[in-house]
């Protein structure tokens, strides 16, 4: 880069060489699948990247009209299992970056 000193040019190259590295990974990241479960799977969230629900499975077995609680509870620890999930998968292949700022 003409006018910078040796090592701002090569610190800019860097910088940007990590910011593509970060937007390709933020981009995996995004266009990834997650399924968050609950009580062996009788409850199945799944999640895009983006934190966006794309689909709910319950079975049958697990719909009782007289404890609706129960379900309600199910759908719970499924999402939050799938939050936990896109949290723990972000911070792997983003935190990298984070640290070094």
């Known amino acids: ?13 860097q910088v ?10 933020q981009k995996e990241l ?6 968050g ?4 799977g009788l409850v199945e969230v799944t999640f895009t990247g983006k934190h966006v629900v794309t689909d709910i499975k319950v079975d ?3 719909i009782d009209p007289e404890d609706p609680d129960m379900l309600q ?3 719970i ?3 939050n299992d799938g ?3 896109i949290a723990k998968v972000t911070e792997q292949k983003l935190g990298k970056y984070a640290k070094g700022l």
């Open 1 to 13: 880069m003409p006018g910078m000193p040796g090592n701002m040019a090569g610190m800019m190259k």
């Open 16 to 25: 940007q060489k990590m910011q593509k590295e970060m937007e390709a990974s």
């Open 30 to 35: 995004d266009e990834s699948t997650f399924v």
């Open 37 to 40: 479960k609950a009580s062996d």
């Open 60 to 62: 049958p077995k697990v």
């Open 73 to 75: 509870d199910l759908l």
């Open 77 to 79: 620890m499924a999402i």
């Open 83 to 85: 939050e936990e999930q």
